[in-house]
């Protein structure tokens, strides 16, 4: 696969994945919405397994990555189906942009990584902002809200750890088995959280558009996104990989405008160039403070 369509189907796929989520669970309990996808991912990723001859390593690290992969595949996705009934899909994408930034904290006490330069506190600060003007336009508009943002916070965090902790892992691995590895601690614990959270299947109540958003969201969603991502992440340099999490708020914000008449309020639009701005400021602010005092 070329690089170039590997990187717009993830650009494309994460873009329309949180108005996927919103569909999915508008007649779906959030649990069994997720708990379906992951179900139709796993499949055909366990067939392509067997038919490209890729095995699936058992080792006490593969089992590590797999158990660290499913704390950002459990605690992420689960956190942002609930949040899906009280926040917009625009909303959650631009929430889910934070990711590097929380990453990079993470990083520093569980890494050991370098502590924030100032350029980089900086960017946290302008992000920060950004994100406090969204949140208030939002807790002004619906105070149900504010549960939802605590929720997509809470997904966010979940996805920023999982990262950070599969970076600790030295080892070498398909993505695919990655990616089934992980679906399969995932899965049952989904399988859990749905029969004690509700553990019925009213399927007479289901409406087309959201067992089509389930159905989209485990092939392109779960599977094909997660594979053309790690092989991006193989390809390409980190920042140009993460030009990603900049592009699709904007795009997933168009798409719920348009798709799902979402309010896009001027707050919102102010807080999301804040944001962004934010996010370009950590990742090439100091690069480009580098380069300006070389060429002084």
């Known amino acids: 696969m070329p690089v170039s369509v590997a990187y717009l189907a993830v650009v494309l796929i994460w873009s329309t994945t949180p108005l996927g989520i919103v569909w999915s ?15 139709i991912a796993i499949i055909p990723g366990v067939i392509i397994m067997k038919l490209a001859k890729i095995n699936l390593p058992w080792s006490v690290q593969a089992r590590k990555i797999y158990a660290y992969s499913c704390v950002g595949v459990f605690g992420g996705m689960l956190f942002s189906y609930f949040s899906a009934r009280y926040l917009s899909s625009g909303l959650m994408s631009l929430i889910f942009g934070l990711s590097p930034i929380l990453s990079g904290v993470l990083a520093q006490k569980i890494l050991a990584e370098p502590k924030f330069s100032k350029i980089r506190i900086a960017a946290l600060t302008v992000a ?16 149900d809200s504010v549960i939802g943002l605590g929720l997509i916070l809470l997904g966010v965090f979940f996805f920023s750890l999982s990262g950070v902790m599969v970076k600790s892992v ?13 679906l399969t ?15 019925t299947l009213p399927y007479q109540q289901w409406h087309a558009r959201s067992i089509w ?5 485990g092939i392109f969603g779960s599977l ?3 594979l053309a991502y790690f092989f991006i992440l193989q390809k390409l340099r980190a920042s140009t990989v993460a030009l990603i999490t900049m592009m699709t708020p904007v795009f ?45």
């Open 213 to 217: 958003a389930i159905l989209y969201l």
């Open 128 to 143: 920060l902002s950004g994100l406090f003007v969204v949140c208030f336009d939002s807790i002004s508009l619906n105070q």
């Open 224 to 226: 094909v996104g997660f």
């Open 25 to 39: 669970s508008e007649t779906v309990h959030p649990t069994l919405a997720v708990l379906m996808r992951m179900l």
């Open 170 to 182: 030295a080892i070498d691995i398909h993505p695919l088995a990655t990616t089934v590895g992980a």
């Open 252 to 296: 997933a914000l168009y798409l719920g405008a348009i798709l799902n008449n979402e309010q896009v309020s001027l707050h919102l639009v102010f807080g999301a160039l804040l944001v962004m701005c934010g996010l370009a400021l950590y990742q090439w602010g100091g690069k480009l403070n580098w380069q300006a005092k070389k060429a002084l």
């Open 185 to 199: 601690f995932s899965v049952p614990l989904f399988a859990l959280v749905w029969f004690f959270a509700d553990g």
